[in-house]
């Protein structure tokens, strides 16, 4: 039973238009984060949490937004999206002292 | 700073032949590295295929090894013999202990021929 849960799996946008990504997990982990993958590029941080309630910058936030209403979930927020924002997004869940993340299977957005 | 290099892709080889994906790291900033490697099958998350958290340690998994060099900052994922289902993107990692961050390579992008 897969543990880190993402919807949507796919999802097409139109430039200035708000885009919400969901993230769900069972693991019962502290930390959750949000990365984006795009060719060329390693997964690169854009917002992660350490639980309910926090969210913290991680390395490209700019242009997008975070919630953590709970331990389970952890969304991700575009408010105005842009064609540069199309990319695979990746949700994981982790926890001090395992070092390793626990990963959703990915969503592909694409803005128009 | 933190960083993790590996080999670039698409890497194709033939069912039955070897493999070696090269990774090497650099960690300034985390005092006790820790070493993965993780895979993404098509239309898959990325999940772990092994990890290594003290040098001159090799882990393994699925027939895949990787030994985690310390004097060379080096994690190379090795198999001898490679299987269609192994084709995939392959990704180096590097995190320390309760760190909240994970650095990861570009992956490599493999290619297993029938």
């Known amino acids: 039973e897969a543990a880190v849960t993402q919807s949507p799996r796919n999802k097409v946008a139109v430039t200035g238009g708000k885009v919400t990504l969901s993230c769900n997990q069972t693991?019962?982990?502290?930390?959750m984060y949000w990365y984006r993958q795009d060719t060329g590029h390693g997964l690169r941080l854009i917002h992660y949490?350490?639980?309910?309630?926090?969210?913290e910058k991680g390395d490209i936030p700019d242009g997008y937004k975070a919630s953590r209403p709970s331990q389970e979930n952890f969304s991700l927020i575009l408010e105005l999206a842009t064609p540069s924002q199309t990319s695979v997004y990746f949700c994981?869940?982790?926890?001090?002292?395992?070092?390793?993340?626990?990963f959703g299977p990915g969503t592909r957005l694409t803005v128009l | 700073g933190d960083s993790v290099t590996q080999t670039e892709g698409p890497v194709t080889v033939s069912e039955s032949e070897s493999l070696i994906i090269n990774c090497t790291y650099s960690?300034?900033?985390?005092?006790?590295?820790?070493l993965f490697w993780y895979v993404r099958y098509p239309g898959e998350g990325l999940q772990l295929l092994l990890k290594?958290?003290?040098?001159?340690q090799k882990g393994s998994s699925r027939g895949f090894e990787a030994t985690y060099n310390k004097e060379t900052t080096s994690f190379h994922l090795q198999k001898a013999s490679v299987q269609e289902s192994d084709s995939a993107v392959y990704y180096c990692?590097?995190?320390?202990?309760?760190?909240?961050?994970?650095?990861f390579g570009k992956g490599t992008h493999l290619h297993v021929l029938p």
């Open positions: 994981a869940s982790g926890d001090a002292g395992l070092a390793e993340q626990f």
């Open positions: 693991n019962n982990h502290n930390n």
């Open positions: 949490s350490y639980g309910a309630g926090s969210t």
């Open positions: 960690a300034t900033s985390i005092a006790y590295p820790n």
């Open positions: 290594v958290i003290t040098a001159g």
């Open positions: 990692a590097l995190g320390g202990t309760n760190a909240y961050k994970v650095i």
